[in-house]
DNA sequence: TTGTAAGCGTTATCAC
DNA sequence: GTGATAACGCTTACAA
């Protein structure tokens, strides 16, 4: 394992200017250039990067911190690719991602100290769960930072356009006949459960529908989108025309609760979700969707991120982005 | 950002004891501990990971590689799992994981200088490309690595039971009555698509049927499940009674071409698949398939690697472990 | 253009 | 039990 004094030693020069020749600096003459790298080259040298950030102050690696209390992990349909994106986005311009794990040898670490003790160049919050109370230090600090559906003041987010997607799924469903619309909301500490609840309930009362009922599902997955259509069948008295659930998983375990109470979807209710996860398609009846750009979410946000490193932004700012989302109609919706 | 000697300063003593006092060391008075503690505390102290690897030259975190080139990434059905597992299980022991990317900075480094570079404690290699030349010198290496689905001569690896999956596989087609089965092998630069093409023709051929027909998918997706087939029935001139493929979304994707074709499954042919996906469950018809224990891939890999870390074994041994499968029989078999 | 030397924040060795 | 001090491998003023 060569360092830059090895080749110094080899050449015949200062470690320093070994240092020079690696890091392109016009300080250093063309010939002792060539020189150095060829030695480099040949002795196999490759730099060290604790010895390097520790001098520099700059890592070239970005965390990715997910809730997995929200069941966010690298298996979740929507985020895994999400942050696929974002890691193409940033490996471009040779920044390198890790993971972020609440055990670092022994000890616990907050995300803030996980980034102080790896220096980090930049984290990227994939969810937030509002109860955690380890954002609260994040948010105030200044480190570049940039979340994706999160509504945390003052730190750029990127999130898809719940409300036009929202009105997208809702407007569909009306101009198909549906007189009485019912919600299944996210769990509502999650920020993107919020928004589409609240959107739903807007839409609806400026269509001049009063009553807006929905139930909360406790997660995100097929599971609770099942367990939330039992207690929304227990609240409502009749069947309502059509459901809007949070996002796929929810929908289609809401789909497969009607089935087992003998409904059948679309013709006794349509449902609708949101997300389009490739499931969407295969699935019978196959799902009516709010598709959400994953792609975009992760390039926008490395993007967003990026400018922090480079000084180039202020994060004080505190920007949202809204990425546009598509209405993908299939077999679910009448 | 405190350091140690900011600590010392405070306490009045040497940024040696600090240290002894952060680092459990047992040369240190407990009242002295406990004294640089509270003061650590109140300080807020982070340590720092790059100056501690570079002393230690332990980093305490797991690279991870995958094959891009084989469509292999975060958003994969079933290595994403697999790593799932190994993140939450090395996490347990105080690892991170950062996942490899060919450019760091501006230049390109193999696996092995990637390895150097970060002072990575060992390195996870899920799916080999049978034709990156990059691994042929991190085999040779004494570096802890482990691999998952490849066959790496000297390079512990984990894969599942191929051979005893075929079997079953084959066993119940021919057991409902398939006289004539063919396969849709998977690319063949991958190790496990070799494996399972081999064992078919071997179970084959020991149940006295004299000629396996097969074709290779040009990927492990779906469309090229699809051209596949197309493939496969411009070789045979009927419809064989059951086909076998290397996994699930191939025989996904053999089925769409199915159905565009007018045939019905399993009415026309019997269609089984590899991985159990979470899509099986939903498709119509719903899938036959082998199912893999993503999560036991996951955390043995982790065990063989952590315990090269810990010098408990030597690589050179190259264990093979193999890790039973499941037949789970759905709809899309007679 | 090249070399010297300090410094980054730790741990580890060895006196005291 | 505690404290100097070197060492880890690199970058970067500054001096030559």
Redesign the pocket.
């Known amino acids: 394992?060569s360092?830059?004094?090895d080749i110094a030693k080899k050449v015949g020069?200062?470690?320093?200017?070994v240092?020079?020749a690696?890091?392109n600096s016009?300080?250093?003459?063309k010939?002792?250039k060539a020189e150095i790298l060829a030695v480099a080259k040949e002795m196999g040298y490759v730099?060290?990067s604790s010895?390097?950030s520790?001098?520099?102050k700059k890592s070239w690696s970005i965390g990715i911190v997910f809730s997995e209390d929200l069941h966010i992990g690298l298996e979740h349909h929507f985020f895994s690719g999400v942050i696929q994106e974002f890691k193409k986005s940033v490996e471009e311009l040779g920044y390198e991602i890790s993971f972020y794990s609440k055990k670092i040898g022994n000890q616990s670490l907050t995300y803030l100290e996980w980034f102080k003790y790896k220096d980090l160049d930049g984290i990227l919050i994939v969810t937030v769960d509002v109860e955690d109370e380890n954002l609260e230090a994040l948010r105030q600090s200044k480190i570049p930072v940039v979340t994706v559906d999160s509504g945390l003041i003052n730190v750029p987010t990127v999130i898809s356009d719940n409300f036009q997607g929202t009105r997208m799924a809702l407007e569909y469903l009306m101009s198909r006949g549906a007189e009485s619309i019912a919600h299944i909301a996210g769990p509502l500490r999650s920020f993107a459960a919020v928004e589409r609840l609240e959107a739903f309930k807007s839409v609806l009362s400026s269509c001049g529908r009063e009553e807006s009922v929905f139930v909360e599902a406790s997660n995100y997955d097929y599971k609770s989108g099942k367990e939330a259509l039992y207690k929304l069948i227990k609240l409502t008295k009749d069947l309502p025309d059509a459901i809007y659930a949070a996002n796929d998983d929810i929908a289609l375990g809401a789909i497969m609760a009607l089935k087992e109470l003998g409904y059948k979807v679309p013709r006794d209710t349509s449902v609708i979700g949101f997300d389009n996860i490739e499931l969407t398609r295969f699935t019978s009846p196959s799902l009516t969707t709010v598709k959400q750009d994953k792609r975009k979410i992760g390039t926008e946000a490395a993007k967003l991120l990026i400018e922090q490193i480079d000084k180039k932004t202020e994060r004080t700012k505190g920007i949202i982005k809204r990425i546009p989302v598509e209405l993908i109609i299939r077999e679910s919706t009448k």
């Not at 020069?13 to 200017?17: G, K, L, Y």
């Not at 016009?26 to 003459?29: V, Y």
């Open positions: 394992m360092t830059i004094y020069c200062a470690s320093s200017t240092s020079k690696l890091n016009k300080e250093i003459s010939k002792r730099p060290n010895a390097r520790l001098t520099t």
